[in-house]
């Protein structure tokens, strides 16, 4: 049974630049959230995408923007990326109602900007 | 918006020595969760707590949530080298703008000399 699992495992990018992520959920889930960690800090809620529609959002700019596959893999996109946008970038899949579920974590795409 | 804090940012113990770590929510919660993340990694679910009042044991953690669902500790009894890693709560609101989202506290990064 596969975990969760991320792709790239590193990308280096230079400011204004866009990024897209990959993420593909525990085998079972249909919930994909994801979350920016920048160093020594806990992750920060991106948004939580089910059932192809973006269900919940964080406190991040319209840059940051995302889609989920009838698979119920997911895309995180990040647009004019700026130097402060260099953090790791987890995705966290899950199975149920959102409130009670408990989240699987990939094993993350390190940013860097340039 | 829901802010979760976490005490102490770092805590180094001697091995078989005892460790806590403290989150509180400036909002009341509908659950917590408590993850582990090992240098390098990502984070690991270990518990979620739902009732108000609520204790957890796995082995040597102890869990605990608040009566009033807005703080909660991780106690791990004689530690180990294996225990060495970031503890963060995580915190999912239960009202208002917060309902349903996870909020991370900054961690405690535990280090274990032997």
């Known amino acids: 049974d596969a975990g969760v699992t991320q792709s790239p495992t590193h990308l280096i990018k230079t400011r204004g630049q866009q990024v897209t992520l990959r993420c593909s959920p525990k085998?079972?889930?249909?919930?994909v959230s994801w979350y920016q960690q920048a160093l020594g800090q806990g992750p920060q809620f991106i948004f939580q995408y089910y059932e192809e529609e973006e269900r919940q959002r964080g406190n991040f700019p319209d840059r940051f923007s995302g889609h989920q596959f009838p698979n119920y893999s997911s895309e995180l996109n990040v647009n004019a990326l700026l130097l402060g946008d260099s953090a790791l970038y987890l995705c966290?899949?899950?199975?149920?109602?959102?409130?009670?579920?408990?989240?699987?974590f990939g094993p993350g795409t390190r940013l860097t900007v340039l | 918006g829901q802010q979760v804090m976490q005490i102490p940012q770092y805590q180094h113990v001697q091995e078989g020595e005892d460790f806590t770590t403290y989150c509180n929510s400036s909002t009341t919660l509908s659950n917590i969760q408590w993850y582990k993340q090992r240098p390098g990694g990502h984070p690991v679910f270990l518990i979620q707590l739902v009732k108000s009042g609520e204790v957890k044991k796995q082995k040597r953690l102890t869990f605990q949530f608040g009566e009033a669902k807005k703080n909660s500790s991780l106690h791990i009894t004689a530690t180990q080298t294996t225990d060495v890693g970031t503890y963060f709560c995580?915190?999912?609101?239960?009202?208002?703008?917060?309902?349903?989202?996870?909020?991370f506290g900054q961690g405690t990064i535990l280090t274990v000399h032997p």
């Open positions: 085998s079972g889930h249909d919930t």
């Open positions: 966290a899949s899950s199975t149920g109602t959102g409130v009670t579920d408990t989240q699987y």
């Open positions: 995580a915190g999912r609101g239960a009202g208002g703008t917060s309902y349903g989202k996870l909020t």
